[in-house]
């Protein structure tokens, strides 16, 4: 998605000095200037503008996106199915893993709450700018549905009704999460028709690989884009929205820190029966590509070798697992996306009761195992499931200049993840044989 052109600087340092400049500037000109009616107008008109031909290039294609990535993820499981055993552990322990990462993930956002720290003036500034009818919004929100007829709008009438709403929130359903639902079925169904479904699997393969490259325009324009949405925030937060950031940065690493080190450690000690020390300094190698690469797909080649090589695990074993989960389990993604929607939440004032909390597990969930392996592949995803529940999506506007360092961590679990799986279904299978 970010392939660093013939000798410039790769895309993540050009967004670092976006999001500095962005940041620097704005908080320059605010300090200057304070609330001076020219800087308002430079910033609402010129830099959120930039900022937001960046967001827009990215919400264009999510309903294609969602539609064809969930559509072939179920395609492809159907013939994981076929593999018998093997597949369904390893479906069984993605499952468990990313239900288990998306809980630390809401556990620490409704503890630490990272986006309630916002001063009351900056969250009304916010909700004025980024809500245009916030009150509406914020009463949909806390007026959530019964567990019932939340489950129950799962299930379209109309799916081409909802993708219609389902970005300005005015479906008659769930939105989104009809498309989800209505394509899982697609998906389970295109598998149930042997030959006949592989005109219609390549045509969607052809569709998602030019969405992937439309999001790649995007990513490229990603330094501007970031600079303006930066520029944009500081000046209407001012210092407010540092440490609003530095609250959430923090949630999130912790997070994943006690993922990767307390539930991989106990899977790998429980089930796999390795010393869970011995098992990250294995790995090390491909722990470290992750951090640097921000990609799971491109760290795939070195964690097959370190698996092999370092680990000893059946290569039937470790290489299904591993490519599989490359893209279908990620688990650091899963709590990244949780997290980040209930951190935005609390930004915008808005308190998720029970109902869409759940919504929010599932959702990120099935997001962990849709999201690319590529840099800011789960940005798309991010905006999906705020759609789905009601937060603006323009929010995801204040955490883009913080992503970078989020998206190499949350890979390394991502992968680490991976080798974890492969582990546990390597001694289960084992153990039988
Ligand atoms: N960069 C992540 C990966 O490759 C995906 C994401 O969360 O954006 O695993």
């Known amino acids: 998605m970010n392939k660093p052109r013939e000798g410039s600087l790769a895309l993540h340092w050009r967004i670092l000095v976006g999001l500095a400049i962005g940041a620097i500037a704005g908080l320059i000109c605010k300090q200057i200037l304070g609330d001076n009616p020219s800087l308002k107008w430079f910033s609402e008109n010129i830099a959120n503008t930039i900022g937001q031909v960046f967001l827009r290039l990215i919400f264009m294609v999510i309903i294609p996106l969602v539609f064809c990535a969930l559509t072939l993820g179920v395609a492809e499981i159907g013939d994981v199915r076929k593999l018998g055993r093997l597949g369904l552990i390893t479906l069984l322990m993605t499952v468990l893993f990313s239900g288990a990462s998306v809980l630390i993930g809401l556990g620490l956002a409704n503890t630490l709450r990272p986006g309630a720290s916002l001063s009351e003036e900056s969250r009304e500034k916010l909700r004025k700018e980024f809500i245009k009818d916030a009150d509406d919004k914020i009463n949909k ?39 989800m639902f209505f394509s899982l079925c697609m998906g389970i169904a295109l598998t149930t028709i042997g030959d006949k479904a592989k005109p219609v699997i390549a045509v969607l393969e052809g569709f998602y690989e030019a969405v992937m490259v439309i999001i790649g325009w995007a990513m490229n324009l990603a330094p501007f884009g970031v600079c303006g ?59 470290l590509t992750a951090f640097g690469t921000s990609s799971s797909s491109a760290t795939l080649p070195t964690s097959i070798r370190v698996v092999d090589q370092n680990l ?90 913080v992503d970078r360092l989020l998206d190499m961590s949350r890979t390394t679990v991502n992968v680490c993840g991976d080798i974890a799986v492969a582990a546990c279904v390597d001694a289960i299978e084992n153990k039988r044989s």
């Open 141 to 179: 929100a806390k007026n959530s549905k019964t567990v019932l007829s939340t489950i129950l709008d799962v299930i379209p009438r109309n799916p081409l009704q909802e993708a219609v709403g389902a970005l300005d929130g005015s479906s008659p359903g769930s939105g989104l999460l009809g498309v």
């Open 229 to 287: 949405l930066v520029f944009y925030a500081t000046t209407l937060l001012g210092v407010d929205i540092i440490w609003l950031l530095a609250g959430y940065v923090t949630a999130v690493l912790l997070g994943l820190c006690i993922h990767m080190f307390v539930v991989y450690s106990l899977a790998v000690w429980l089930i796999a029966k390795r010393n869970p020390i011995q098992f990250f300094k294995d790995i090390l190698e491909v722990l």
């Open 312 to 401: 000893g695990i059946d290569k039937r074993i470790g290489h299904f697992v591993l490519t599989i989960g490359s893209t279908a389990n990620q688990n650091g993604t899963a709590l990244y996306e949780g997290l980040t929607v209930l951190f935005l939440a609390q930004v915008f004032g808005q308190d998720l009761g029970l109902s869409q909390q759940l919504i929010v597990v599932f959702l990120s969930m099935l997001a962990g195992i849709g999201t690319a392996g590529v840099p800011g592949g789960s940005l798309p995803l991010v905006v999906l499931v705020l759609q789905s529940i009601g937060v603006p999506a323009e929010g995801i506007a204040i955490i883009m200049g």
